[in-house]
Structure formats: structure tokens, C-alpha cells
């Protein structure tokens, strides 16, 4: 018996637009590799995620939603970050490309499907760009209703039937780089993506103009580009506990939180994957509507990472992908 009932109250019947604004509206799709699926297929199901595996390919999905948020892809090799795909609306797309031309496009990915346009970040990353439904938020996230309990009976259920966290969409991720403000530059001037909020050149959370969350990108300063976590919707701090709980008993037991961010706002529970990455549940994160100008700030680091939570793990913030990197 589930506690929590399951919504998708966040899409609207109109894609928004910010007039005279031009930009992507969403990240459509994050992409990765890492030396074994099986260990990718184990962790991401238990993390509560519809996997499907494709050949040498893993597709993640959220329950009852028919997009694909990921790929994982299995190459033998340490954990490293692919490419990352946005989506814009059909009217944007030329717009955006000419941009883009004007920089210089690259070839597609040989992992992808070879849509669209392809162009670099200043880290080397290759980015996709494709017209696309908006998958990212159009209002604010709704919680998970809890099933109603009568006057008289207990609203938790046992140990043994507690049920599964399933979130509902990706919400973001956060990537190393090592230079933020060149990070924060390149995809306010090439993809439209606006600062939220920032700690100096250690970190920077991005919106998109269209309506979005707080952040569906954000960068981290380290001295190798890199997936640091990826972050997905949740619909109560309940399902974070729960999910937490799930992952530590199906032996995923390092991990980060739960706690509450200050930029962002949202409530955490991060655990370490196989590869010394992360997967964030995350709930109630800040909203950006489409007719808002949000007032993004520097923020001082000790006073701006989290309200609330236990002490931050020593590796919380080692990059995996540069160590991969040098040892290659
Ligand atoms: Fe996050």
C-alpha cells in the first residue's frame, strides 16, 4: 500500500513563453558512460527509476512518464560524462543555430541519435540542441498527496510496508568545470540560460527563460570537467526518506543528507552511485515563472549550502572524472 499517491500536476495545457526572450526551455536529456551496465541497471532500479536496457545502452525513466531523462552507456571505461541534450521550441531552433554556426557546430555524438545541432562548451562538452516538447516544469511542482487516514488510525505504515520512492522527472544536474564564470557566460549567451544564484566561482545554478526550476544545469568548480550528480523530483520529504532507507538497505550506504539547500531551497538526499558520483532526491525546489525576473545573487559559500542536514562527506566534491582522467 502506497502512502504517498503519485501526480504529475506540473504540466500545464500551454508551453510558456518569455516574450522576446530566446533560449532552450528544457534539458532534454543527460548522457553518460560508465565500465559496467549491470552495476547501472542495479543501481538506478534501485533508486527507484523504470530502466531500459538497449543493447549496450541504459535509458532511464521516470514511472509514468514517457520520457527518456538519461542514457548510460557501457564502454569499459571509468565514469564519464558524454553529452548533454536541450530542447527548444520549434520556432527558436533556427535562431539558436545560427548562433551556434556562428561559433562553430561539431559533429554529433557517435552515442547519439545525431539530431539537431552540435556545438561544444568551453570544457569540451559536447552539447546537443533539438526541437523538442518542454519537459522541463511550465508551473511548480506540486507534492504528492497522502492518502487520507481516519480519525483514530496511524498514518505511517510498518517497517516491511513502506513503500518504494519512484520520482517523478529529472530535475537538473551539476556538472565540474573548472571555470564557472566561463561556464555561466557560454550558456547565458549561446543557450539563453539565466544565473539564479551563485557562491563566487565555486559554484552557479541556471534557469531556463521559459519557466523552469531553480536549476536544470549547475556548475561546480574542479579542475576537470565531470558529472557530479543528477538530481530527480520527488514528491515529499517522506519519499526521500524512503528512498534513502531503500538505497541503504540494497547496500548503497554512503550518502548526503537528508537536509534543506538555502539556493534552490529544495530538500536532499544524495547517494554515492558505483562510480563516486551522485543521485539526488530532491523535493520542493525553488520555481522561476515565465513572467519573473529572478533576482540572482552571490551568495557567501559557508552561509549559502545548506540550511540544515549532517556533515558534508570528505568526498562529496572529488571529481571522479578527473582522477580518470589523469590515470588515463
Ligand atoms: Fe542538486
New binding site residues.
Partial sequence: MATIMDTQADTPARSPRRPNTLGVHSLDRFVFSVPDLGEAERFYQAFGLDVRRDGNRLDLYARGHPHCWGSVHANGQPKRLQYLCFGAYEEDFEPLARRIRALGICDPHPLSDGKGIWLRDPDGTPLQVIVAPKVSPSVKAQPAVAPPVAVGKGAAPSRSGAPRARPRRL??V?LFTPDVPRQIAFHSDVLGLRLSDRSGDIIAFMHAPHASEH?LV?FAKSGAPGLH?S?WDVGSIDDIGLGAEYMRAQGYVKGWGVGR?VL?S?Y?Y?VQDPWGSWA?Y?FDIDFVPVDVDWPAADHPPEDSFYVWGPSVPDDFVVNREQRATVAA
Fill in positions: 530535475s537538473h551539476l536549476h549547475a550528480h538530481s539547500h534552490g529544495n536532499f544524495y539526488e530532491s
